[in-house]
């Protein structure tokens, strides 16, 4: 689920400069790019919530806490 956390943000990145592209050069796009930026944002909230419950449930069950690899130690 983690990984696949990761190729949903990659992809959501992806389509949100393609989008912002598609905007600028067409400015009759706005309206309908607009919704599929929201339509993108909430899929890729959707990938991060779905890690949040797989994280819980590793918890649950072995007690231990998934450290992320992009957290750095302070």
Sequence with gaps: VCQADD????????V???LLLLMIQD?????WATY???VAHDLERIADR???IA??????????????ANVSES
Excluded: C, S
């Excluded at 190729?7 to 992806?14: E, G």
């Excluded at 400015?27 to 309206?31: E, Y």
């Excluded at 994280?55 to 992320?68: N, Y």
């Design 50 to 52: 779905a890690t949040n």
């Design 36 to 38: 599929l930026l929201w």
């Design 55 to 68: 994280e819980r449930v590793i918890f649950l069950v072995t007690g231990k806490m998934k450290v992320a």
């Design 16 to 18: 949100h400069r393609e």
């Design 7 to 14: 190729d949903v943000d990659q992809l959501y990145d992806q």
């Design 27 to 31: 400015p009759q796009a706005i309206q």
